[in-house]
């Protein structure tokens, strides 16, 4: 099976907001999706990856950014990184000690089939969702929050165990609420495949959904709470090729994968007066990374052989060779280069001569052109895991071969790999990953011995106290100077260790036709937008913009 890297990481269009992507609206012409009652238009997007958009049954970020149509959350997140109130009518009171927040749910807010959304529906909400066992993919979960009471009409009152500083942005404007009166009798929330339970309060409904086509059609909620949504329908369909479809007017906007594609597929569009391409800052989307498994025997466990290794591979030229130079080298540090919590370390630049000789010192002869011989007199071979990657993994092999490091390439297609990547049942691998543009505490999940969830991409096996302490310190420190100089010390001590090396972050792009609405946008890289849990695009979906609340008017 192949698959789009970026569906799966969450930065397509079919993921609705995973890049802050609003609607495409034209009246008529080549690519249009027409227009609904009162001159509302129908945008048509390429779907993603299939998945139930259930909140306890969807995959990863595509299904949480289309089961988001549907359902609400307190806050929400636009295209600028700002939180506003959405189903609270103002933002949450915090108290001294971090641990209480309060707030109050707007009046008149109606489910789909017309009952009221009330507290006690948020509230029973965070119990269920801590009542239920949820995978992995299920990547929006409610941590830390001990309790939710209703204080008096509309009045709710959290209570964290841990004064997180992301509260309001990774809970309050991420975990979907749901009705009481539909699930309360779902026993176990992640079978439930029912249709007819996708009951929100959500600017649109499910009208309907092919798993087996990974098709999708949402119609507006005219009786929605800030009035009647922007779009009328939103339309999801499986097309081969998004830039063909785009020319054959089969979708509003393309967005295709960085990697293969480059400047010469922009070229065309570029050249033509009837496009417009938006390119996003590197590391928006996916990313291609380089792994060892550090807690296994041998070369891997060694700081100087992965040095070594990552002075060997020309970072820049990958970006160049496989992204058209759409994109940045790989930081060790983690963060991709526009982001606010980014500092100076180590880069281990493009340096075979280093390399050979970090090798030696590790006790790695070569006498020859082949691979090196160990200190136990065996040749110095280690199996390279190909996760999804082809391309990654080609340039990786020729560049550790050149300095005498055998390679034995498993090919594995990515959905096949995850047990063997979150186990660490291999000794390098190359991979995709994702959510480096995001909230800076996502470092914490992709290096801390003690994650909150499992991410196949994160440094399996990877093990320092210092950086398990001060991950812990962040997510507490509310002062940002603070809290920026502890990341900053994180990133130095992973680069230090470099369990991983992301080895380039590409630089996103979409194209839409001109003459339309213009608010297809991507996180500006300042603020600490979350793409895989922020739904800015369903905000630009129910107002016509990509901030604020007032919904644009309609010709």
């Not at 930065?11 to 890049?19: I, K, W």
């Not at 006690?120 to 965070?126: A, L, N």
């Not at 309060?201 to 709470?225: C, H, I, K, M, T």
């Not at 000794?427 to 994650?451: K, L, N, W």
């Given at each position: 099976?192949?698959?789009?890297?970026?569906?799966?990481?969450g930065?397509?269009?079919?993921?609705?907001?995973?890049?802050a992507?609003g609607?495409?609206?034209?009246?008529?012409g080549?690519?249009?999706?027409?227009?609904?009652?009162?001159?509302r238009?129908?945008?048509r997007?390429?779907?993603?990856?299939?998945?139930?958009?259930?909140?306890?049954?969807?995959?990863l970020?595509?299904?949480?950014?289309?089961?988001i149509l549907i359902y609400?959350?307190?806050l929400?997140?636009?295209?600028?990184?700002q939180?506003?109130?959405?189903?609270v009518?103002?933002?949450?009171?915090r108290?001294?000690?971090g641990?209480?927040?309060?707030?109050?749910?707007?009046e008149?807010?109606?489910?789909?089939?017309?009952?009221?959304?009330?507290a006690?529906?948020?509230?029973?909400?965070?119990?269920?969702?801590?009542?239920q066992?949820?995978?992995p993919?299920?990547?929006?979960?409610?941590?830390?929050?001990?309790?939710v009471?209703a204080?008096?009409?509309?009045?709710?009152?959290?209570?964290?165990?841990?004064?997180i500083?992301d509260?309001e942005?990774?809970?309050?404007?991420?975990?979907?609420?749901?009705p009481?009166h539909i699930?309360?009798?779902?026993?176990?929330?992640?079978?439930?495949?029912?249709?007819?339970?996708?009951?929100?309060?959500?600017?649109?409904?499910?009208?309907?959904?092919?798993?087996?086509?990974?098709?999708?059609?949402?119609?507006?909620?005219?009786?929605?709470?800030?009035?009647?949504?922007?779009?009328?329908?939103?339309?999801?369909?499986?097309?081969?090729n998004?830039?063909?479809?785009?020319?054959?007017?089969?979708?509003?906007?393309?967005?295709?994968?960085?990697?293969?594609?480059?400047a010469d597929a922009?070229?065309?569009?570029?050249?033509n007066?009837?496009?417009?391409?938006?390119e996003?800052?590197?590391?928006?989307?996916?990313f291609?990374a380089?792994s060892?498994?550090?807690?296994?025997?041998?070369?891997?466990?060694?700081?100087?052989?992965?040095?070594?290794?990552?002075?060997a591979?020309d970072?820049?030229?990958?970006?160049?060779?496989?992204?058209?130079?759409?994109?940045a080298?790989?930081?060790?540090?983690?963060?991709?280069?526009?982001?606010?919590?980014?500092?100076?370390?180590?880069?281990?630049?493009?340096?075979?001569?280093?390399?050979?000789r970090?090798?030696e010192?590790?006790?790695?002869r070569?006498?020859?052109?082949?691979?090196?011989?160990?200190?136990?007199?065996?040749?110095?071979?280690?199996?390279?895991?190909s996760a999804g990657?082809?391309?990654?993994?080609?340039?990786?092999?020729?560049?550790?071969?050149?300095?005498?490091?055998g390679?034995?390439?498993?090919?594995?297609?990515?959905?096949q790999?995850?047990?063997?990547l979150?186990?660490?049942?291999y000794?390098?691998?190359?991979?995709?990953?994702?959510?480096?543009?995001?909230?800076?505490?996502?470092?914490?999940?992709?290096?801390?011995?003690?994650?909150d969830t499992?991410?196949f991409?994160?440094?399996?096996?990877?093990?320092?106290p210092?950086?398990d302490?001060?991950?812990?310190?962040q997510?507490?420190?509310?002062?940002?100077?603070?809290?920026?100089?502890?990341?900053?010390?994180?990133?130095e001590?992973?680069?230090?260790?470099?369990?991983?090396?992301h080895?380039?972050?590409?630089?996103?792009?979409l194209?839409?036709?001109?003459?339309?609405?213009?608010?297809?946008?991507?996180?500006?890289p300042?603020?600490?937008?979350?793409?895989?849990?922020?739904?800015?695009g369903?905000?630009?979906?129910?107002?016509?913009?990509t901030?604020?609340l007032?919904?644009?008017?309609?010709?």
């Open positions: 099976m192949t698959m789009n890297r970026r569906r799966f990481l930065v397509g269009l079919g993921a609705v907001g995973a890049l992507l609607a495409c609206a034209r009246g008529s080549p690519g249009s999706g027409g227009a609904g009652p009162g001159g238009p129908t945008v997007l390429a779907a993603g990856l299939p998945s139930f958009p259930s909140p306890f049954s969807y995959f970020a595509p299904g949480y950014n289309q089961m609400d959350t307190l929400l997140s636009d295209a600028t990184g939180l506003l109130p959405w189903l009518s103002e933002m949450p009171i108290s001294d000690d641990l209480t927040y309060t707030m109050q749910l707007r008149g807010i109606r489910w789909h089939d017309g009952e009221p959304l009330t006690e529906d948020v509230v029973f909400t965070f119990d269920y969702f801590a009542s066992t949820l995978a993919s299920v990547s929006v979960q409610p941590r830390h929050v001990a309790g009471r204080t008096g009409p509309g009045t709710l009152e959290f209570r964290l165990d841990l004064p500083v509260f942005q990774a809970v309050a404007g991420a975990v979907p609420i749901i009481r699930w309360s009798e779902v026993s176990d929330a992640a079978r439930a495949q029912d249709v007819d339970l996708l009951v929100g309060s959500g600017p649109y409904r499910l009208e309907s959904y092919s798993q087996a086509e990974s098709s999708y059609l949402y119609v507006a909620n005219d009786d929605f709470f800030l009035g009647e949504p922007f779009v009328q329908r939103l339309e999801f369909v499986p097309v081969p998004e830039l063909d479809a785009l020319l054959a007017g089969e979708i509003e906007v393309a967005q295709p994968d960085v990697e293969g594609a480059g922009l070229a065309p569009f570029r050249q007066d009837e496009f417009e391409v938006i996003g800052p590197a590391g928006t989307g996916f291609a380089l060892w498994s550090v807690a296994r025997e041998g070369p891997v466990s060694d700081r100087r052989f992965r040095h070594a290794c990552a002075m591979i970072r820049q030229e990958m970006v160049d060779r496989l992204l058209g130079g759409l994109g080298p790989g930081n060790p540090g983690f963060f991709p280069p526009d982001h606010p919590f980014r500092v100076d370390v180590e880069q281990y630049a493009f340096d075979p001569g280093e390399a050979n970090l090798l010192e590790a006790g790695y070569r006498t020859g052109l082949g691979p090196r011989q160990g200190p136990d007199g065996q040749p110095l071979r280690l199996s390279l895991l990657a082809p391309p990654a993994t080609e340039l990786v092999v020729r560049s550790l071969e050149a300095v005498g490091v390679i034995e390439v498993e090919s594995v297609e990515l959905f790999a995850f047990s063997r979150n186990s660490g049942d000794e390098m691998a190359v991979h995709p990953g994702g959510g480096v543009a995001g909230s800076p505490d996502f470092m914490r999940q992709i290096y801390s011995s003690q994650p499992e991410l991409f994160a440094a399996h096996g990877y093990q320092n210092e950086f302490d001060l991950a812990e310190r997510r507490v420190t509310f002062d940002e100077a603070e809290r920026k100089e502890i990341f900053a010390r994180m990133q001590i992973v680069a230090e260790d470099l369990p991983l090396l080895l380039y972050y590409p630089s996103p792009f194209i839409q036709r001109r003459g339309g609405f213009d608010a297809w946008a991507f996180p500006d300042e603020t600490l937008y979350n793409p895989e849990t922020a739904s800015s369903k905000q630009s979906f129910v107002t016509g913009r901030s604020g007032e919904i644009r008017p309609t010709e």
